[in-house]
């Protein structure tokens, strides 16, 4: 991440993070929003190193209980926040298929190819079944290209949340696409579409950071409630109601329930985050290199039976695990693994598309404000476009 040292409007230091370029509308990057980037893609590691090591572990079940709570809300709230000013333009719409199709398509095949050498030989490649954490992906797809719409109708929250109380309880949704989880997690994306700077500059006030403290408290004493009382398989959200064996009536009750709780868990989530550049600041730019490359690691473990080990069933191996995960998906979100990996996670592919031809026409007007002759030769850059940047 760069930020300019310029002054701003004068002053010697740059504005607080609420007032700087809002997202979609300049490149200066926000150092609240990386860093809570970045400790979300931390506690989806921790949550998926954790996963493996529940059974007869009520402790560390009742801390997955609330982490599963809010740490993919939290993620999705903040892609939809950034998601505002996506429209069907051929600009966005290339960055959507370069930033989330082709990384959809490279990985479903790698991790499928990894199960097939790691565990069952026979294992078939699918597109339309997401492998393990892709279903992210295909969500984040089919929720950029509805942007437009939660943009038009009047009260788009109320509509995702009787879409995703529908959802929980539709059982013949299938598992095409994970549809149940892009269905019952809308209501999240959709409410960073509707949120504004203001409302992150409300939960990040003193007195909010204070009360977040019980609040998470009382959520641990619930979590560990519910363990004999409630399934885990709720939190993940992705199947319906009669799926679990529950009664149809119980999905939208606890759709509405867990949308609630995370909402309130998430706000106190963002509390925390702090609004200045910190050592890891940098790393909120590359939270989807470790998000996607973490999940091999895990699966590995679970195929070759590392999590097997006697020794992650006491507090040390515990508090090492978690300690080992945070590390390593730190280090898959770095400035060298962006780089060896860019071509297939953050691809330009030029080739593939066509050229806006609003782009070029302004192109040709900016050569000519320059005194540049307009080349006509397809595929050269103009002298005014050398070492011009591509921001993804």
Request: charge should be positive.
């Amino acid at each position: 991440m760069t930020s300019s040292l310029r002054p701003h409007g004068g002053r010697k230091t740059p504005p607080p993070p609420d007032q700087r370029t809002p997202p979609g509308q300049g490149h200066q990057r926000d150092a609240f929003f990386d860093n809570a980037k970045y400790l979300a893609i931390v506690l989806v590691g921790l949550g998926h190193a954790w996963g493996q090591i529940l059974d007869g572990n009520p402790a560390v079940e009742t801390l997955y209980r609330v982490l599963y709570t809010f740490h993919m809300p939290a993620f999705i709230v903040i892609s939809g926040y950034f998601s505002r000013g996506f429209d069907l333009s051929p600009k966005r719409v290339k960055r959507l298929v370069t930033g989330v199709v082709v990384p959809y398509l490279v990985f479903e095949v790698a991790y499928a190819l990894h199960r097939r050498f790691s565990e069952d030989p026979g294992n078939d490649i699918s597109l339309l079944d997401p492998t393990y954490l892709l279903w992210f992906l295909c969500a984040l797809f089919v929720w950029r290209l509805t942007t437009p719409i939660w943009k038009t109708v009047r009260r788009p929250l109320p509509i995702a949340l009787v879409i995703a109380a529908l959802a929980s309880m539709t059982p013949t949704i299938g598992n095409d696409l994970n549809m149940q989880r892009v269905l019952q997690f809308l209501p999240c994306f959709v409410l960073g579409l509707v949120l504004r700077p203001e409302h992150f500059r409300l939960v990040r006030r003193r007195s909010v950071r204070i009360l977040s403290v019980p609040v998470v408290v009382a959520a641990v004493a619930v979590a560990r409630w519910s363990l004999p009382r409630m399934e885990t398989s709720w939190f993940y959200r992705n199947i319906a109601a009669q799926d679990g064996g529950a009664p149809w009536w119980s999905g939208p009750v606890l759709t509405l329930a867990l949308f609630g709780c995370s909402v309130v868990l998430t706000a106190c989530f963002f509390a925390w985050v702090p609004g200045r550049r910190m050592w890891f600041t940098t790393l909120g730019a590359g939270t989807i290199y470790g998000y996607l490359l973490h999940g091999f690691l895990v699966k590995e473990g679970t195929y070759a039976g590392w999590f097997d080990e006697p020794v992650l069933q006491q507090p040390l191996g515990e508090i090492g695990l978690s300690v080992l995960a945070a590390v390593v998906i730190t280090l898959l979100c770095t400035k060298p693994v962006q780089r060896v990996l860019r071509c297939v996670v953050e691809p330009r592919m030029e080739w593939a598309f066509k050229r806006d031809p609003g782009e070029a026409a302004r192109d040709r007007e900016r050569q000519e404000k320059a005194g540049v002759r307009p080349t006509g030769v397809r595929g050269t850059r103009a002298p005014s476009e050398a070492g011009e940047k591509v921001s993804v």
